[in-house]
């Protein structure tokens, strides 16, 4: 594998191929809640895979990630980043492709927790999982008429938010109250 | 119906009364007695069915097909026996509750020819008879006569009871109908066969005509008849030569209306039947004017009271010539039997009916008391959480006894200052069922239950095995409900099912415990039995010293008939903690196990000599052996454990098979004369179904551990929902998740939740993703309680989840409650997060709207009120309630971890960890938790202890320990160690090792660190910073020192070093905090919040 082909992989799915073709072992819990916090908090996914490279653990063990030695001596740091430095005025693009990774890496939790529990969920147990079936027709109604209202407001944030609770307060979701 | 509600049993029972025939049939005795007791049932209060294999179109609405009822161990199924049954029979011998049979006779085949039918029939129905009797618990007759035959087959007289057949009252007849006495008309009700004797009747009809031809001028016989049947024609020819076919009618089945005309036309109702089991018409008749003249045969006499029977057909005929001509003798007669006949009115039956019921049902609250029994072995600690949790009990009618093994780690201290509270009595012997048994001799409550002590049972506990035992049928002796395996909230097993060979089936279907080998079992930590029961049986066997225990008491009970249900909501929180039989993973007591496991097969499995000796070996290779030899090849066990395993497997086998010589090791229970001791509750808990109601919590998060893995809100919400469920309440928790599920584990559901993306143009991709997950999120909840009302939401402020809840008018939505945690603008500009300024507003303006239209804020800390305040330039108003943060106040310590036991860590071995003073810093090594504070007073920390070792784990982005490298002397640096990243078990058992605690951070909204530290107490020299000051109380639990300050630091180290007696205090004092921020406490701080909002909906308007 190159490193590139590691690059391209995302949040949980990245930490777990790593963890496998560094260390050889899957990775653990703290250990991926950990490197998915590095990722949200703006850590590089080049520079993570240094830290287990250089890793005690990985002491000694040969890696097969073509461009891993290179990346080491640049000590982690991609090439696009190394470009943006030339641009101070936008040097803190960094830090804002790091929200982004961390929202994505939000997704990818979802996605990691629903990968681990899922082979028990599914399992068909009479007295014990009930399978609820949403047909999902407001949501997706109230859902559209957000898009269209909020278009043309996401710029103003108070108008956004009149704009969120008039489409909420008159959307087809509420609730059947008793009192 | 009023005088039936008079009759009824005063009982809670819940369960169902299914009355099973094989056809339910039209104007046929035992199909009309089924209807009848049906409506009884129902008038009484009960949820009564009638099942069957057939039925006629005419009574299809009474009844529902046998074949869909599924039968619980709480109902009672009422067999009705009166002829072979291919089917419901052998359904009702199979179900696995109260049985009864209601036995309404079968004639004696020998009164049939060998060749018809009925002779097929009857013969058959008396062979199953005598097999189903064994298989039915209680034996119900329509006379005594019949219930005799029943315990001459062996059911037992004390459980036996006559209900006879409902006979109503006579209708009123339509005015075209004639009903004048014809004089000299004979009549005689019922199918034409020869127990029905009606060949003798036409023989005995005609020599009265012979007498006096006035005196029987006809003769009508009312019933069906089978025209190819040998009796019918032996009858028509018998008519035929008498010259009676002018005289002599036989009319066939007929409708009610003909039938009443007959009855009431009639001079006399003769009977010349050798055999009824009841015989319905004989009450009939009198209540129609009309006497009856029968022969003193099987049940007539006790149906007709004794009046009007005759030893034979010649007395009877004079009594006929005597009445025709004293009609004032007539009149007498029909007085008499009609008032014989008020003894089979609803209401007479009814009573019967309640008395035979009450002798299955529980009468209200007829189970007042439980004892609580805890055996305990070196296990203080636990033992201190589980009587600690049990003073939250909501029913107070409970005593609790505690025998505890030969202990030698202060559980006798603890036991000596719980004094007068328990009762306590030691076992010297580290035998479970011994100090079992001994618990149940100084029991006095009507039920025993046993928990262990690494359990905590839910706050209903008590209440809620009262009212499943006073709910079922007195057939059930003991009851089991499930366990929350400690830190997953997930099931450790529901119900259980055991076989003669001691296999256990985890989460058996309910509808497979009865069936083929399969039998119930109950969870040892939670299981309940009724006392007298066990004192009578002689309790648990004490050969069962650990393992199979209560399995085996379980199987001996089902095999003497009792019952053992299954309670879902009577629940504990299970721990599975370390013992001396169970010290790791694959560390189990195996000579033990092997040896219980070979004296239960032994004995019940039916198998012996060669064939049981193989059987075992199989069974110990296959379960024991195989999954050891796989660990120690996978390189998880020693070789000398595996061997030594091995060695006792083989051992135990032995010492079994000799032991089972000596089954069983049951031995006579003797009550103790100490009186029943109620146990004190705290005073001013608030319980719920007692003080409170329950809840239905909804929670909505992204972070929920173990199900979606997250950070402070998961942990937070994961001890919150803990304690929530164990005070009794129920529980919905929103999750984003990839597809539509929703996870039940009894009064907890999660909600997995799949989020649909749109995309707003222009809109960051945050916030778009937070708007569609709360949009998403609002729609589920909506579900949820249209499912089930949601009384209160929760939910954090963190990516505001609940804001497209909070934004739902507040009186057309459950009141919702929002936890202030660390806002995002505080989070962006500590991790330098470059956010554009109108994106920044957005997601402040949706964090203000949340907290705005919330109706109860809660600031997790003071210091995150200030700060959320400052940010967001609201004031807290009344709406806000600050609540601390919980944890459970003991560690979690997990069998899958081998529990306390640390392997040596990147050269820290164990000599380290014993023989030096351990200073633990736990957190990422970085400024933000100032790590460069502890490089700095490093030297002086180690200078002021030889023993002080430091020990750094988390992990190192920024290089850390390449710095600590360069500022600390050589010779001092082998007394700082770097873990790393380390797994929350890891942590667990350094903190149990830990002397003290380090916590420089300069940012916190709570602390969860220190609080982790003080389970253990462990003191903690932490920074002045954030809310910390607000859980390390300086001078309390730990020592405070200035922000930046890295000398302070390190001189209230040395402090904490050189000064044992400050260390004491400060630890008892961390143990004491920790007990303080417990997540009880939390949860219930939580709950009075919840509950001004649900009691005072109009205050969340104001």
């Known amino acids: ?179 | 119906m009023k005088q039936i509600i008079q009759a009824a049993l005063d009982t809670s029972f819940k369960g169902r009364i299914i009355q099973v025939t094989e056809a339910l049939d039209r104007a046929d005795a035992v199909s009309n007695q089924l209807i009848e007791l049906d409506r009884v049932f129902s008038a009484m209060g009960f949820d009564s069915i009638i099942a069957s294999k057939w039925h006629h179109e005419d009574v299809s609405s009474y009844r529902v097909n046998l074949d869909d009822v599924y039968i619980t161990e709480s109902d009672i199924v009422i067999f009705h026996s009166c002829g072979y049954t291919e089917h419901s029979g052998p359904w009702a011998a199979r179900q696995y509750c109260t049985k009864v049979i209601l036995y309404h006779n079968i004639t004696p085949h020998e009164l049939f020819s060998e060749d018809s039918d009925l002779y097929k029939f009857c013969k058959l129905g008396r062979e199953q008879l005598a097999e189903f009797v064994p298989q039915f618990h209680y034996f119900w007759g329509d006379s005594q006569y019949n219930l005799d035959e029943l315990i001459e087959l062996g059911a037992r007289p004390d459980r036996s009871f006559v209900v006879p057949i409902v006979v109503p009252p006579a209708p009123l007849v339509s005015f075209n109908l004639s009903t004048r006495k014809i004089p000299g008309n004979w009549v005689f009700l019922g199918r034409v066969a020869s127990n029905k004797g009606q060949v003798d009747l036409v023989r005995l009809f005609a020599r009265a005509r012979k007498r006096n031809p006035d005196a029987a001028k006809h003769l009508t016989i009312v019933g069906g008849f089978n025209p190819s049947d040998d009796y019918y024609n032996r009858l028509l020819s018998e008519i035929a030569q008498l010259g009676l076919t002018q005289d002599v009618t036989i009319t066939g089945k007929v409708s009610d209306e003909r039938r009443e005309q007959y009855l009431r036309e009639a001079q006399f109702y003769v009977a010349l039947s050798v055999h009824e089991g009841f015989g319905v018409p004989l009450v009939e008749a009198p209540l129609r004017g009309l006497p009856v003249l029968a022969l003193d045969r099987a049940a007539a006499r006790e149906t007709m009271g004794g009046i009007g029977l005759h030893d034979d057909e010649d007395s009877l005929l004079q009594a006929l010539f005597a009445l025709r001509g004293n009609d004032s003798d007539y009149q007498d007669l029909v007085k008499a039997q009609a008032a014989n006949a008020s003894r089979f009115t609803r209401s007479s039956v009814s009573e019967k009916l309640a008395c035979a019921l009450a002798s299955i049902l529980p009468v209200k609250g007829f189970y007042k008391s439980v004892s609580v029994v805890i055996c305990t072995y070196n296990r203080r600690d636990y033992l201190a959480r589980c009587l600690d949790y049990l003073q939250c009990q909501s029913n107070p009618n409970f005593e609790v006894i505690v025998i505890d093994g030969p202990s030698d780690d202060g559980t006798k201290e603890l036991l000596d200052s719980w004094r007068g509270r328990i009762k306590i009595a030691e076992n010297g012997l580290r035998n479970l069922s011994i100090s079992r048994n001994l618990g149940i001799e100084l029991s006095q409550g009507d039920i025993v239950a046993f928990i262990d002590d690494d359990a905590i049972p839910f706050d209903n506990w008590i209440d809620r095995i009262l009212e499943e035992y006073n709910s079922r049928p007195l057939l059930t002796k003991a009851l089991g409900g499930p366990a929350f395996f400690a830190g997953t909230l997930r099931f450790q097993s529901e119900d259980i099912g055991i076989d003669r060979h001691g296999n256990a089936w985890l989460n058996i279907p309910r509808h497979e415990v009865g069936q083929g080998e399969w039998l119930r079992s109950c969870l040892g930590t939670n299981s309940t039995f009724v006392r007298h029961y066990l004192m009578d049986g002689g309790g648990f066997d004490e050969q069962f010293d650990y393992y199979l225990d209560e399995s085996e008491l379980c199987l001996r009970m089902q095999l003497q008939g009792a019952l053992i249900g299954y309670a879902p909501e009577v629940i504990v929180r299970h721990e599975f903690a370390q013992s001396h039989n169970r010290k790791g993973r694959y560390n189990y007591d195996w000579k033990t196990i092997a040896k219980n496991t070979c004296y239960y097969v032994a004995a019940y499995s039916g198998l012996s000599g060669e064939e049981l000796r193989s059987n075992l070996k199989q069974r110990l290779e296959r379960e024991r052996v195989l999954p050891l030899k796989g660990a120690f090849e996978n390189g998880e066990i020693s070789k000398s454990l595996y061997e030594n395993a091995l060695d006792s497997l083989k051992k135990g086998m032995e010492q079994g098979l000799l032991d089972a010589k000596s089954w069983p090791k049951t031995r006579k229970l003797k009550s103790a004369s100490e009186p029943f001791s109620p146990f004190s509750l705290r005073s001013g808990y608030k319980a719920v179904g007692r003080d409170i109601p329950k809840l239905h919590i909804c929670i909505v998060t992204k972070e929920m551990p173990p199900f979606v893995p997250g950070g402070g809100i998961g942990t937070l919400y994961y001890h919150l929902v803990s304690e929530l469920l164990l005070m009794g309440h129920d529980v919905s928790i929103v999750v984003p998740g990839v597809e539509q599920k929703a996870v039940r584990q009894g009064p907890l559901t999660v909600h997995y939740t799949q989020s649909r993306w749109i995309e707003v143009p222009g809109m960051d991709a945050g916030l778009n993703h937070n708007m569609t997950w709360s949009i998403t999120a609002l729609h589920q909840v909506i579900r949820i309680h249209q499912e089930r009302p949601v009384d209160v939401i929760d939910s954090a402020l963190w990516d505001a989840e609940a804001l497209a809840i909070a934004v739902v008018n507040r009186l057309e939505r459950p009141p919702l409650v929002v936890r202030l945690v660390t806002p995002f603008s505080v989070v962006a500009a500590m991790n330098g997060w470059k956010v554009q300024p109108r994106v920044s507003r957005l997601f402040n303006n949706f964090e203000k709207e949340l907290i705005e239209n919330a109706d109860a804020i809660i600031p997790i800390s003071e210091k995150i009120a200030s700060t959320i305040s400052k940010a967001h330039r609201t004031e807290p108003n009344t709406r806000w309630h600050q609540s601390y943060c919980g944890i459970t106040y003991w560690p979690l310590f997990d069998v899958n971890e081998d529990y306390n036991d640390l392997p040596e860590l990147k050269g820290l071995g164990a000599d380290h960890l014993e023989n030096s003073k351990i200073i633990l810093f736990i957190g990422r090594l970085e400024k933000r938790k100032g790590i460069d504070l502890v490089v700095s007073a490093v030297p002086a920390i180690l200078a002021s202890d030889p023993h002080a070792r430091i020990v750094i784990a988390g992990s190192d982005p920024d290089g850390w320990q390449h710095h600590f490298a360069h500022m600390i002397p050589a010779d001092a640096m082998h007394r700082v160690h770097f873990l790393g990243m380390i797994s929350d078990a890891v942590k667990e058992k350094l903190l149990a090792r830990a002397y003290c605690l380090l916590f420089p951070s300069r940012y916190e909204s709570f602390g969860l660190v220190p609080l982790e530290a003080f389970v253990h107490g462990v003191p903690v020299v932490a920074s002045r910073s954030g809310a910390i000051p607000e859980v390390v109380l300086d001078d309390v639990c730990g020592i405070l020192f200035d922000e930046n300050d890295s000398d302070m630091m390190a001189g209230a180290v040395r402090r904490l070093l050189t000064d044992e007696r400050l260390h004491h205090r400060l630890s008892q004092g961390a143990l004491a905090r920790v007990r303080k921020l417990s997540s009880r406490n939390s949860a219930q701080s939580t709950l009075s919040i919840y509950q001004t909002l649900i009691s005072n909906p109009e205050a969340i308007e104001q």
């Open chain 1, 1 to 179: 594998m190159h490193v590139s082909d590691l690059l391209r992989l995302n949040g949980a799915s990245f930490v777990e191929t790593a963890y496998s073709i560094i260390l050889k072992r899957q990775v653990d819990r703290s250990g991926l809640d950990h490197f998915m916090n590095r990722l949200a908090s703006g850590d590089s996914k080049e520079a993570i895979i240094v830290t287990l490279a250089t890793s005690a653990e990985a002491k000694g063990s040969r890696i097969d990630l073509i461009g891993l030695p290179t990346l080491i001596r640049k000590g982690g740091k991609s090439p696009l980043r190394r470009f943006l430095r030339f641009f101070s005025q936008i040097r803190d693009m960094r830090r804002q492709l790091a929200r982004i990774e961390y929202i994505v890496s939000q997704q990818e939790n979802i996605l990691a927790g629903s990968a681990i529990h899922s082979p028990i969920m599914v399992e068909d147990r009479s007295a014990g999982h009930a399978h609820v079936r949403v047909s999902g027709d407001d949501l997706h109604n109230t859902l559209v008429s957000i898009q269209d209202s909020l278009s043309n407001t996401a710029y103003d944030a108070d108008l956004f938010i009149d704009s969120f609770k008039k489409t909420i307060r008159s959307s087809p979701l509420f609730f059947v109250m008793s009192h």
